[in-house]
């Protein structure tokens, strides 16, 4: 039986294919791809240096001398692996010479360096090229089902650590302390990493809605936002619950009960092919008709996948539609300056029946 892991790779061929459609469509002959998520998306890589260059009838990986080894093994069945012990530019100045109908060039201007956009125009000046924006995204955003089997298994794996953490959120813990017992956990029961800085913030620093864990210790009475995420075969999570130190108050609760309802509404409702700022506004009308519109600053969610943050936006701004297949998060939240926050965010995969939440830790608050 195949793994999730094993299935991706087996569907990098598919992947090629669409982005040379579209290459086709655009008039290009190649592209440059220096994303590395992009280029892990395409061909497996999941080093830290590399360029790949795919043409009409061409794929190359190109590399340095570190990752001879791993180059070869992830790459080497989808693209022909060149390793240079100097310079990756310069064993691609080497090589386009030597590839057919190589012309009209893309580069990826969202992850190009000046200093890399300089050895384009300059070394590269026998090639007509032609910057892009989001070319592989755009394939990236529609997960298939083995990548959502990935994601399924991040999201599953930060829940068990949220779970054993929670004897850590206590009275006369700091923020840093959770963090740390949490990213612990999260190592300890197979994550390859944090998709980002693990999030918590407790009392009057719950209203900042991207705090850094800080040496304050809970309180009674404090809430706590903890936000954070699993990697799982390259793919994350992204989940944020929020909990109360002690029994709550009848504000805490009441602004509590109005993002819960929010975010249920907002899970339920979101669909495929649906505007993202018609997404957004599902919570966002709600959390406004309960007279707490001013404190909901931040957009409702975003994609997920090999980034945390990717397409697509679910925003007030956003009017492009969701596409299908799409994982997305839906993370309402209020924020009182000098009092506190609150936020609850899920992963939902917008699959062709509706949405499906895979997050499955309680809504309900926690008074611990």
Known sequence: MTTAVERVRAGRDGRIAALRAALGAAGLDGILVSSLPNIRYLVGFTGTSGLLLVTRTDIVFISDFRYRVQGADECGDVARVEVDPVSTWGRLWAILPTLEAADQLAFESSSVSHQDYQRIVEAGARWHWRPTIGMVE????????????????????????????????????????????????????????????TIVASGERSALPHARASRRELSRGDLVIVDFGAIVGGYCSDITRTFCIGPASGRQREAYEVVRESNGSASAGVRAKMRGGDADAIARDYIARRGLGEEFGHSLGHGIGLEVHEAPRLSRTADAPLPEHAVVTIEPGVYREGWGGVRIEDDVYLGLAGPEILTTFTRDLIEL
Do not use: C, N, Y
């Open 138 to 197: 755009a394939l990236r955003v529609r997960k298939d089902p083995a990548e959502v089997a990935l994601i399924r298994d991040a999201v599953a794996l930060a829940e068990g650590a949220l779970h054993q953490a929670i004897a850590a959120i206590r009275a006369g813990v700091s923020e840093a302390t959770v963090a740390a017992r949490l990213e612990w956990l999260l190592r300890d029961l197979g994550s390859e990493g944090h998709p980002f800085e």
